[in-house]
């Protein structure tokens, strides 16, 4: 679709929010997540769409949801199963809605890192930490950590998500709920990238998010999907490198090398960068679910 250009693509049904990639509708005690085909970097909703992407989020994510066995949100990605008032406008729903549990947003990002990347690596570089968090000394470029750590950010409703210490997660939510989240987020990492690591494939890290409900605390949004996590192919991964990326990466890096401030208005995405990315998102969606 490039009919999820409109963040606001079905105007008859009760708006719940906006996000940078996906439009909620309200269904009482339920929501309809629209995953669009937008695409943001660096907390910028860029102008281009990646085809495809909005029906990848949609789909891995419901595979993960059945893989994980975990407590999540997904009622049903199939129309016929949505509100009677959602059936109408199948064709801008079909592949790329979930039908979810209502919950109340736990207002933290919840990272899990493997893998020593990005702006990790820069960190642990200048002062040997990620996310204040000390490292042995000697690591290189993507390399393994001795054991996942967790590096929580938060989650506003305007601006950038900041990093947190878990101290301060825990006086923000409460020290027995931020200990829930965290021990599930390794939890999820962990037997994620096991799995993924069978299909040839490495999760350097992710992120997740989480609701509460009546029935506890819900896995809720997205989950191990190429917007939320870094895929490396584990034949091509080599330490003191940055591996081909199979995910948003692929966009980042475009954006990195033009020199762009990250302030401004982004540069153009040339169409070859969109389709390597829509590709990406494909081949990771068929090597994790075949």
């Known amino acids: 679709m490039s009919r999820s250009s409109d963040k606001n693509p079905i105007p008859e049904l009760k708006l719940f929010k906006v996000g940078k990639v996906r439009s909620v509708y309200d269904m009482d005690d339920k929501l309809l997540l629209v995953a669009s085909d937008r695409v943001s970097s660096f907390d910028v909703v860029l102008k281009e769409e990646i085809p495809e992407k909005g029906a990848v989020l949609t789909r891995l994510s419901k595979f993960w949801f059945s893989f994980l066995g975990l407590p999540h949100h997904l009622i049903s990605t199939n129309v016929d199963d949505f509100p009677a008032e959602a059936i109408p406008f199948r064709e801008k729903l079909e592949d790329r ?6 919950t109340k947003l736990i207002p933290v990002e919840c990272i899990v890192r493997g893998y020593l990347s990005g702006s990790g690596w820069k960190e642990y570089q200048e002062k040997g930490t990620v996310c204040g968090i000390p490292l042995p000394e000697g690591l290189q470029e993507s390399q393994q950590l001795p054991e996942p750590i967790f590096t929580p950010t938060t989650k506003p409703e305007v601006g950038k998500d900041m990093p947190i210490s878990f101290e301060e997660m825990e006086e923000m939510i409460g020290k ?11 939890d999820i990492y962990k037997k994620g990238a096991a799995y993924a690591e069978t299909k040839g494939i490495i999760i350097a890290d992710t992120k997740f998010e989480f609701g509460e409900s009546d029935g506890g605390i819900l896995l809720i949004d997205e989950v191990l999907t190429p917007d939320s996590s870094r895929f490396w192919p584990k034949d091509q991964y080599k330490i003191g490198v940055s591996p081909p990326s199979m995910d948003k990466q692929i966009v980042r890096n475009y954006l990195l090398s033009t020199g762009w401030d990250k302030i401004s208005e982004p540069p153009e995405i ?4 969109l389709k390597e990315t829509s590709d990406a998102y494909l081949e990771i969606e068929r090597i994790l679910t075949k």
């Open 97 to 102: 809605t979930m039908l979810v549990k209502k």
């Open 176 to 186: 027995e709920k931020a200990a829930i989240l965290k021990a599930r987020s390794l």
């Open 270 to 273: 040339p169409a070859e960068i």
